[in-house]
């Protein structure tokens, strides 16, 4: 007989006879930020659509993002905040509706602390003790005085309130990840000699001070089970601390890892193992709480083995249920999920704006999502180049209901994912192709593979197979290298040389003794970073001024410092090739010599120059009475990564759908404001 999932078991929260509240099962969200709120921190319709969404897909609990309890402790441009009672009415709304569709509500508590920066907040940001975050931006903090310290824990009280009036069933206090209650606790931040040089001193005045003010409410803690800088809280300090808090006054305890000086254990990159925290979890056990996780969790797999190992009580699930709100399904009823890359685009994009996603080009981009319009009876659509924005396409298309035919030259779909996914660095890459290939396999689609297709007549090559619009998605063309001798043997595009060399990529294969790789992008990176770590000496040579400057902190916060801290990987930027002469190259810039400086130049020379636009203008064109979409680079000016080229398919199929489904094609400004004016101005 099957045994029931533990994944699918409600779970009581509630302790020492206060009310309790029941999970209809063990997986919750965690209170990942999304920038989705208005400017001064209200909830908009698209932050709404996006956590309800989540919860109609089975959640048990949803949490929203940290949120800030005082405006000097606001961290995001857009961040939530319970810092004023006229927040209380759009957040009532959000709890309605995620009560409408059975999931508990829950609200994170915050204040950036020393995080927290003017530019943004517009305060004057605030600490234990005047110590700067470099990584937020640098600024130094005033210090607090004691009766600030009480001051500031009464806000917490203040928000806790507000989120009672606002209908949520349970609150997180988040002393975790670097923020104000951590760096009360961490010898980094704190170097106070009055009662709050203690470092659970501060916590459990916040803790008093919000069961207090909401007795009948469910109140956990999120806790960093270690904080990642040598000099930080280490994993059996951390404990110690937790030991000391009140911890009759909480329900639950929710442990993750990491501060701003180690965000690698925040946001965890792929080349972690799943379920990274469950050895720390051991040590969690001895307070007899009810126990959450975090930590790459992104399989029905592993949440299975931690929940039925007894490792925690219940699950935190950010990223995979932010790539595919279908994960949970996955996990509760074993149904199919687009998955979760690991690429830390997501977290990446905070600084920026809006989170996005990699893999789910539906979110996070200023809007409520509009589904793709369903094509007229018997349309058919040609895609020619099965890369991610192709393979978006196609399956966008087919959802749609069109008929669809992928051309492609290479031997297997997944263009340059299936170099991608053999990279130290982007071990998780596979799982979209495989999610893409399979999804379009599920509806049809009909993916002809080694066809070279000429796409200077995109309407005669769509004619010829019958089809009623195309989308190119061939990524574009490869510049010339670009220097004197470039023609010369051994000079080739990097993804040519991999596509040629698999074994340098194989386990026990054979590697290059040397390489040199110019260009020093996303892809040489990764490259660099992969043949090192099998032992070739790699130069690289970049006219950029960083590596990478097209990825994001986190994509690049392993590789980099491994690529910097190798003795046979040498590192030449701001520098331009000029010229190559079969062993060497003559290399000009800020750092050289007028007329260049000479390098050694050992093995290949592999090329990582981005790829160019073939086509300009917009993406949906008509051509001989065909609509046309151009896809992934072959039309967008942005940077040539599987984000972009994922979001430039999904649009791609969007419009071309819509010209197959009506008169004129409808326009992405057309779906709903993340702004909504109703709940943004309640």
Request: charge should be negative.
């Amino acid at each position: 007989m099957k045994q029931t999932p533990f994944a699918t078991q409600p779970l009581t929260l509630g302790r020492n006879g206060r009310p309790a509240r029941t999970l209809r099962n063990r997986l919750a969200s965690a209170p990942m930020e999304r920038n989705y709120g208005t400017p001064d921190g209200r909830i908009t319709a698209q932050y709404v659509d996006y956590l309800v969404t989540r919860a109609k897909a089975g959640l048990g609990m949803v949490t929203t993002e940290a949120t800030f309890v005082r405006a000097d402790g606001k961290g995001r441009t857009h961040q939530l905040g319970l810092h004023d009672d006229a927040m209380v009415p759009g957040l009532r709304a959000l709890t309605d509706a995620l009560h409408a569709e059975g999931a508990l509500a829950a609200v994170e508590l915050n204040h950036g602390g020393r995080t927290a920066q003017a530019a943004v907040s517009g305060f004057k940001n605030v600490a234990p003790s005047p110590v700067p975050c470099p990584t937020a931006g640098g600024e130094v903090p005033r210090e607090l005085t004691t009766a600030q310290c009480r001051e500031l824990a009464a806000a917490y009280a203040e928000a806790a309130v507000r989120a009672a009036a606002a209908g949520f069933d349970v609150i997180n206090i988040h002393g975790a990840h670097g923020y104000l209650i951590h760096q009360f606790m961490s010898p980094i931040s704190n170097h106070r000699s009055d009662e709050f040089a203690a470092p659970e001193r501060f916590l459990n005045l916040v803790i008093d001070s919000v069961r207090d003010a909401v007795p009948d409410m469910i109140v956990g803690l999120r806790v960093s089970v270690l904080e990642g800088p040598a000099e930080g809280i280490s994993a059996e300090q951390q404990v110690e601390i937790i030991s000391k808090a009140h911890l009759d006054k909480l329900d639950f305890l929710d442990i993750s890892a990491g501060s701003y000086d180690a965000g690698e254990w925040i946001v965890q990159s792929g080349e972690w193992k799943p379920g990274i925290l469950a050895d720390y979890a051991k040590a969690y056990r001895r307070f007899g709480l009810p126990l959450g996780m975090a930590g790459r969790l992104n399989s029905p797999a592993i949440i299975e083995e931690v929940l039925a190992e007894g490792t925690c009580d219940f699950v935190s699930l950010a990223r995979a249920i932010h790539a595919d709100p279908a994960f949970v399904g996955g996990v509760l009823r074993g149904e199919r999920y687009r998955p979760c890359i690991a690429c830390n685009v997501c977290i990446d994009n905070l600084g920026l704006g809006q989170v996005t996603c990699s893999v789910n080009p539906a979110v996070g981009r200023s809007r409520v999502p509009v589904p793709t319009p369903a094509v007229r009876d018997g349309a058919r659509v040609l895609v020619v180049g099965a890369g991610p924005a192709g393979l978006t396409a196609a399956r966008e298309l087919a959802e749609a209901g069109a008929g669809v035919t992928v051309l492609d030259d290479g031997a297997r779909p997944g263009g340059q994912f299936a170099l991608a996914e053999r990279m130290k660095s982007t071990p998780d890459f596979h799982r979209f192709a495989e999610w893409s290939i399979a999804e379009n396999a599920r509806l049809g689609v009909d993916v002809e593979p080694g066809v070279r297709a000429d796409t200077s007549d995109p309407a005669a090559l769509a004619r010829s197979y019958g089809a009623d619009a195309v989308v190119i998605a061939t990524g574009g063309r490869r510049p010339r290298a670009g220097f004197a001798g470039d023609e010369l043997a051994g000079v080739i595009d990097v993804r040519d040389w991999l596509a040629a060399h698999p074994e340098a990529l194989d386990a026990g294969g054979s590697v290059p003794e040397a390489v040199t790789i110019w260009g020093a992008d996303s892809v040489a990176m990764s490259v660099a970073d992969t043949l090192a770590d099998r032992g070739t000496a790699v130069l690289i040579i970049g006219p950029q001024e960083v590596i990478a400057p097209e990825s994001g902190r986190r994509a690049k916060i392993l590789a980099v410092p491994r690529l910097q801290g190798n003795p046979r990987v040498r590192i030449v930027l701001d520098s331009i090739i000029e010229e190559y002469d079969g062993a060497r190259v003559r290399v000009t810039g800020p750092g050289h010599p007028d007329g260049g400086s000479w390098l050694d130049a050992p093995g290949d020379l592999l090329v990582s120059r981005s790829v160019v636009p073939v086509e300009d203008g917009v993406s949906l064109q008509e051509r001989g009475g065909i609509p046309v979409a151009f896809a992934g680079t072959a039309i967008d000016r942005t940077p040539a990564i599987v984000s972009n080229a994922v979001k430039s398919g999904y649009d791609a199929a969007q419009g071309v759908a819509a010209a197959l489904a009506a008169a004129e094609p409808i326009g992405r400004d057309q779906s709903v404001p993340a702004e909504d004016p109703i709940l943004s101005q309640s």
